[in-house]
């Protein structure tokens, strides 16, 4: 089975503090993803990436940035953290196209 | 502008009867769509999808129909059992190159099934 991992469950920040949200993936996927999710919203796309070191926005870019320095690892940063970026965070991963992305258990992001 | 949309926010069925989900798409290009359920506090799983080549894809008590000319898709679980209750998204991707495994999410909607 496909493992996707995120390194903590519920994390608190407070405001203007860089954030670090980090994931793993164990099954040499290519690609990366780096959603948000709010209520009545749905699943919305930061960031994802098709290759180490490669990235591109997603629809809600602003105020964010990631890193992929090693294929396993996909890490979303938020630069200056801001309340409006209270959300659940989830991170997910795929082989391809028409492939479903598997994804990691999501990490509650609360900034105060 | 939501290019996948599920109108309906939450829907109650009782246990052993048919769920119907339900969900409409803008874009043309969308050639592959994908349904997840979630529970609180646990990521999205990945239910069952369907290429824009058939129109019709069956794994259990899940099916999902796929109709292009409406640009409608919709998941049929039967009987609905209890442990069915979750949120459940609904998800395209397109054809572009470079984006082919990019999703666009739904809002969904939460699926209660009552005894």
């Known amino acids: 089975d496909v493992k996707v991992t995120q390194s903590s469950r519920y994390l608190v920040k407070r405001t203007g503090e860089k954030v670090f949200l980090e994931c793993v993936q164990d099954?040499?996927?290519?690609?990366m993803f780096w959603y948000r999710q709010d209520p009545g919203l749905g699943l919305r796309l930061i960031y994802f990436?098709?290759?180490?070191?490669?990235?591109e926005k997603g629809d809600i870019p602003e105020g964010y940035s990631v890193s992929r320095e090693k294929k396993e690892r996909f890490s979303l940063i938020l630069e200056s953290a801001s309340t409006n970026q209270t959300s659940m965070y989830l991170c997910?991963?795929?082989?391809?196209?028409?492939?479903?992305?598997?994804f990691g258990d999501g990490t509650r992001l609360s900034i105060l | 502008d939501q290019q996948v949309k599920q109108n309906s926010p939450s829907l109650s069925v009782q246990e052993g009867r048919i769920s119907i989900l339900n969900c409409d798409y803008t874009?043309?290009?969308?050639?592959?769509f994908l349904w997840y359920k979630k529970y609180p506090a646990e990521g999205p799983t990945f239910l069952i999808s369907?290429?824009?080549?058939?129109d019709k894809n069956e794994d259990g008590r899940f099916t999902v129909f796929l109709n292009k000319s409406a640009k409608h898709l919709s998941l049929h679980i039967v009987p609905s059992q209890p442990g069915d209750s979750a949120v459940y998204f609904c998800?395209?991707?397109?054809?572009?190159?470079?984006?082919?495994?990019?999703?666009?999410f739904g809002t969904g909607t939460r699926l209660q099934v009552t005894l």
């Open positions: 997910a991963s795929t082989t391809g196209s028409n492939q479903p992305q598997h």
């Open positions: 099954m040499d996927h290519e690609n």
């Open positions: 990436s098709y290759d180490v070191k490669m990235k």
């Open positions: 874009n043309s290009m969308f050639d592959y």
């Open positions: 369907i290429s824009s080549i058939k």
């Open positions: 998800a395209a991707s397109d054809k572009e190159t470079g984006t082919a495994s990019k999703l666009t």
